[in-house]
């Protein structure tokens, strides 16, 4: 009976994890809709919203169900749901990847263009900055403290990372952007560190 009753709650585990990682992808999904397709907010809204009704139904019958089929029949019945779902969306999305690979390949050019162009303007300004490979970069200024340029690009709307850490207290962590908005975050940084 033990052994059961794990192996029931590690299955109703792996379904909340699944569920995680729905929620999770869910975001992508729709920026993926908004930028490829041209989808509204109000639809990309809207969707998001299905998706919660749908969560809320998921839960309402992991509730339910045990009293109808019992608990074993209930988490394989959603677990193969999920199994069922991620499926699809597995079939789905790999023949859209795979037709979208110049598309990726551009904007991923595009994002390191605008990283290393970001990079040397920081750098000529007198930031110490960390070789990234990513779609951010980890600087520090030798004369204000990061909390300082934080504070500063805040009041003007401009948003960054900061933490509060000993080793890297000094440091904040920016997202690379659009060329504009990477040209708005090296003015900012320009005029609070020559102030």
Not at 45 to 57: E, H, K, W, Y
């Amino acid at each position: 009976m033990e052994q059961q009753n794990t192996r029931l709650r590690n299955a109703g585990f792996a379904t909340f994890f699944f569920s995680g990682i729905c929620a999770i992808s869910a975001g992508v999904v729709v920026s993926l809709l908004q930028e490829r397709y041209g989808f509204a907010y109000g639809m990309t809204g809207t969707l998001l919203s299905l998706m919660s009704i749908g969560n809320l139904l998921a839960g309402l019958l992991m509730g339910m169900l045990p009293s109808a089929l019992g608990m074993k029949r209930s988490v394989l019945l959603l677990t193969i749901g999920y199994a069922v779902g991620y499926s699809l969306m597995g079939l789905t999305g790999a023949v859209a990847a795979l037709e979208d690979g110049p598309y990726f390949e551009e904007m991923r050019e595009r994002v390191i263009r605008t990283r290393e162009r970001t990079e040397e303007r920081l750098r000529a300004m007198g930031f110490a900055v960390l070789e990234s490979k990513a779609n951010f970069l980890f600087v520090s200024h030798p004369k204000r403290t990061g909390k300082a340029l934080l504070d500063g690009l805040r009041e003007q709307g401009i948003l960054v990372r900061w933490f509060d850490r000993p080793r890297i207290g000094n440091y904040l962590r920016i997202s690379v952007g659009t060329d504009d908005e990477m040209d708005a975050l090296c003015a900012s940084l320009k005029a609070l560190t020559e102030g």
